[in-house]
Structure formats: structure tokens, C-alpha cells
């Protein structure tokens, strides 16, 4: 298992993994996920709240996030399997 903390900020989307993994947001963010390796647009997203998780249960789904601008904390801790 690898855990990692990968830092995020408003301006634009952060590759996160694409790997099976538990990924833990320590801020409010967005949240993006695609099978193929493409930027989100800025309009699509879930909002992911503070200590929110999220499980990412498959290799391939790429996992992207941004954090909101109102945020205090701008990381996500990720752990890949």
C-alpha cells in the first residue's frame, strides 16, 4: 500500500491516482472522475466536503480534484492498494 499526500489548489484540476485506492479530502474540493486520461472541463465535478472519502475501486478510473476557493486546508491524502 502507498499512501501519499498530493497537494490541490482552485485554479485547476490535479491528478490524484488511477489506481484502486481510498482517497480522504482534507479540505472542501471538487471532484472529477473519467476512464480516460482527459481534464475536466470546470463546470463538471462533485463537491467533496472536509474528511470526506471517497474509494476508487477499479485501475484505469482517473481520479481529479481541485479544491474550493473557501478552503482551508489544500490536500488530499490518497492511499493506493
Given at each position: 500500500?502507498i499512501?501519499?499526500?498530493?497537494?490541490?489548489?482552485?485554479d485547476?484540476?490535479t491528478?490524484?491516482?488511477?489506481?484502486?485506492s481510498?482517497?480522504?479530502f482534507n479540505?472542501?474540493?471538487?471532484?472529477?472522475?473519467?476512464d480516460?486520461?482527459?481534464?475536466a472541463?470546470?463546470s463538471?465535478?462533485?463537491?467533496?466536503a472536509k474528511?470526506?472519502?471517497y474509494v476508487?475501486s477499479?485501475n484505469?478510473?482517473?481520479?481529479y480534484?481541485?479544491?474550493?476557493s473557501s478552503?482551508d486546508?489544500?490536500?488530499v491524502t490518497?492511499s493506493e492498494?
Amino acid at each position: 500500500m502507498i499512501n501519499k499526500r498530493v497537494l490541490i489548489n482552485s485554479d485547476s484540476w490535479t491528478l490524484l491516482t488511477d489506481k484502486t485506492s481510498l482517497i480522504q479530502f482534507n479540505g472542501d474540493a471538487y471532484m472529477y472522475i473519467n476512464d480516460v486520461a482527459v481534464v475536466a472541463a470546470d463546470s463538471v465535478g462533485f463537491t467533496m466536503a472536509k474528511g470526506e472519502k471517497y474509494v476508487n475501486s477499479t485501475n484505469g478510473v482517473y481520479v481529479y480534484s481541485k479544491s474550493a476557493s473557501s478552503a482551508d486546508v489544500h490536500s488530499v491524502t490518497v492511499s493506493e492498494v
